[in-house]
């Protein structure tokens, strides 16, 4: 039981980190919550789907229920999510910051843009569950208790690469400094000569893909729906809070630690009752070090 | 004709309603800026208030060891009990939130609504679960006898009720405590240096929204009679805040505006995909009702950042 719950906690963590991370770069360098980032997990989700329901699946490699064609069914998904979180900028909050509102006045105008994304999906898909395969698929048996789907050791791996690019992106090249430097002081950015408004355009590219992924991922190995993303909105964002707004790692600890303790819980609380898990961690969290577990570095 | 202006009887009631949920949002985002995004938890817990202490005994499900409901007091004790319970709450909340920086406070009120919708869906002792309450008590139903003469009675009773906090709202907002919640919204660090405790007064504020929340939860679940946790979804959080920015955030008469527009405008949308969209389609219909609100949100934040009425410059009728 212990095991199993171990073993499914990081792979919600995992995929919680994504979501994070995209919420983390919002609110370091755009500087307020965004309630519509888990929608972009939706979209991403649902644009592989559209592909895979064309036939974009691959005969499947080994053990897992997929192929080549679902891998770049997930990579088309995530370019197309990435220009969804463009748009969404371009119409709505780049206006707003240009008429320099206020984080909160941004933070309403995400609800609502939320909002109309979730529902264009319904409108689109339909309010049903889907899944990429039907395939019935054989769990390993890591340890004696534990037992993982193929899927979902390859989606570990590939949440693991997608940090570490991510990463050395933000560490070795110019656009990951500016980045990094922007979320710092956007002033003095500014003044030393980076484009913010081209940061802010990267900004969206990068949460966008991740939150493509971590989208894809939760379809492949649970299901999809279009509240999905809602329904992950608050875990996504006590996980970010947690690692402290404003750490890539930290949003992957944050991940970690909020993807682990809903699944350990379910071993005393009733799972009816799962969801309020990384709103209580929160809260305490939050109540103690208002600044989130590791604070950003000043 | 008769059946219009029962219609329209029945729709004012719920105008009036929302009204009091969004006087309750707007004193603490528009008067003191504090961002609430748990709208709906509070309004569920003074339904479920106003249907725990008033109503019957519910049917008790086999794993059940107790079942709290049974209690039947009056409405009036129906009614401050449940503004009591969502203070109560909202105060116990507030000790840890009002500390916190907006974004965070969005994000633990949102939860909070969360938390709350669970209690609602899995607390059958106390909830009846996704059952759902039935058989609360509706007031003036005995007096009144028909279904016009009780909707008449009921919208007369809420003008009334939602009149009186209209007026105390109006009150407190220009008195010298409202001035101080202006203040703290607008610059906190220096309502804090000329001696002003900013967290108190934020306290104060989130509390008394949040009973009024509570209040217009309870007059709904006494109009309609039976509640479930599916009438208390994240929607209708957002309502209440299109409600209030559409009207225009820091005008109470803002506020009453915008619950008339924008329940005009969701029940008529409503309406009109009713007929238009095939019923096989009926969640698409209801998703095109929803963007249409989300669009009005968005919208007005672009192109009318006050709102139709927008705040009123002064803070007090002896400034010229």
């Keep these: 039981m212990f095991g199993q719950a171990l073993a499914d906690g990081i792979l919600t963590g995992a995929i919680l980190s994504l979501g994070a991370i995209g919420i983390t770069l919002c609110l370091t360098i755009l ?3 965004n309630f519509a980032h888990s929608e972009l997990m939706t979209w991403g989700a649902y644009f592989a789907f559209t592909f895979t329901s064309l036939g974009l699946m691959g005969s499947p490699l080994g053990p897992l229920t997929f192929g080549w064609g679902f891998l770049l069914a997930t990579l088309i998904a995530g370019a197309l999510t990435a220009c969804l979180a463009l748009v969404v900028d371009r119409t709505v909050f780049r206006r707003l910051r240009n008429k320099n509102a206020t984080r909160l006045t941004l933070i309403f105008a995400s609800f609502g843009v939320a909002l ?11 309010p049903q569950v ?3 395969s039907r395939e019935l698929q054989m769990a390993v048996l890591l340890l004696p208790g534990v037992r993982v789907m193929p899927d ?25 400094l500016a980045m990094r430097a922007t979320a710092e002081s956007p002033m003095l950015a500014q003044v030393s000569g980076i484009e913010v408004t081209h940061v802010i355009a990267w900004t969206w590219v990068v949460a966008g893909l991740l939150a493509a992924a971590g989208g894809v991922f939760f379809g492949l190995t649970v299901q999809m729906r279009p509240e999905m993303g809602f329904n992950l909105l608050l875990a996504v964002f006590a996980a970010s809070i947690i690692g402290g707004s404003g750490s890539l ?35 305490v969290i939050l109540y103690f070090r208002p600044q989130g577990l590791i604070a950003a570095k000043t | 004709m008769i059946g219009e202006l029962s219609y329209l009887i029945f729709f004012l009631i719920f105008v009036s309603i929302f009204a009091i949920a969004v006087l309750g949002l707007n004193l603490q985002w528009g008067f003191t800026g ?8 509070f309004f569920a817990v003074g339904a479920y208030a106003m249907a725990i202490l008033t109503g019957p005994t519910q049917p008790r499900l086999p794993d059940q060891a107790f079942q709290v409901s049974g209690i039947g007091l009056p409405f009036a004790l129906g009614l401050l009990g449940a503004i009591g319970v969502s203070a109560a709450i909202a105060y116990v909340i507030g000790l840890v939130t009002v500390r916190l920086r907006h974004d965070y406070l969005a994000i633990t009120t949102f939860g909070i609504a969360i938390v709350i919708h669970l209690v609602t869906i899995n607390f059958e002792s106390l909830t009846a679960g996704t059952l759902g309450f039935v058989g609360i008590p509706r007031p003036l139903a005995s007096t009144f006898a028909t279904p016009f003469a009780h909707n008449v009675a009921y919208l007369a009773m809420m003008f009334a009720i939602t009149g009186a906090v209209f007026w105390g709202l109006e009150r407190i907002v220009r008195s010298p405590w409202g001035r101080v919640l202006k203040a703290v919204r607008e610059d906190d660090v220096a309502a804090i240096a000329v001696g002003k ?3 108190r007064y934020r306290l104060e504020a989130f509390v008394i929204g949040c009973a009024l929340m509570g209040l217009a939860g309870a007059l709904y679940a006494a109009y309609i009679g039976s509640i479930s946790p599916f009438d208390f979804l994240p929607i209708m959080t957002f309502q209440i805040w299109t409600m209030m920015i559409v009207g225009g955030s820091g005008n109470n008469r803002g506020a009453l505006l915008g619950a008339l527009v924008v329940w005009g405008l969701w029940t008529s949308s409503g309406a009109l995909v009713s007929q238009v969209v095939p019923a096989k389609f009926q969640a698409q219909g209801g998703a095109i009702q929803v963007i249409l609100i989300g669009l009005v949100l968005v919208g007005t934040l672009l192109f009318r950042p006050r709102g139709l009425i927008g705040e009123e ?8």
Aim: hydrophobic share 55%; no cysteine; glycine share 10%.
């Design chain 2, 197 to 199: 405790n900013a967290d």
């Design chain 1, 116 to 126: 109309v994304l979730r529902h264009v999906v319904v409108l689109i898909f339909g």
């Design chain 1, 249 to 283: 790692f930290g949003a992957v600890l944050g991940g970690l630690i909020v993807g682990l303790s809903e699944n350990l819980a379910t071993l005393v609380v009733p799972t009816s009752y799962k969801q309020a898990v990384p709103f209580l961690l929160l809260v």
């Design chain 1, 152 to 176: 979902q050791f390859f989606v570990l791996g590939l949440t693991v690469a997608l940090v570490v690019l991510l990463q050395l992106f933000l560490t070795h090249t110019r656009l990951g």
């Design chain 1, 31 to 33: 500087r307020f919550a």
């Design chain 2, 313 to 320: 410059p002064k803070v007090s009728r002896y400034v010229d």
């Design chain 1, 130 to 132: 889907e899944y990429y």
């Design chain 2, 34 to 41: 504090q961002f609430n995004a748990g709208v709906v938890g």
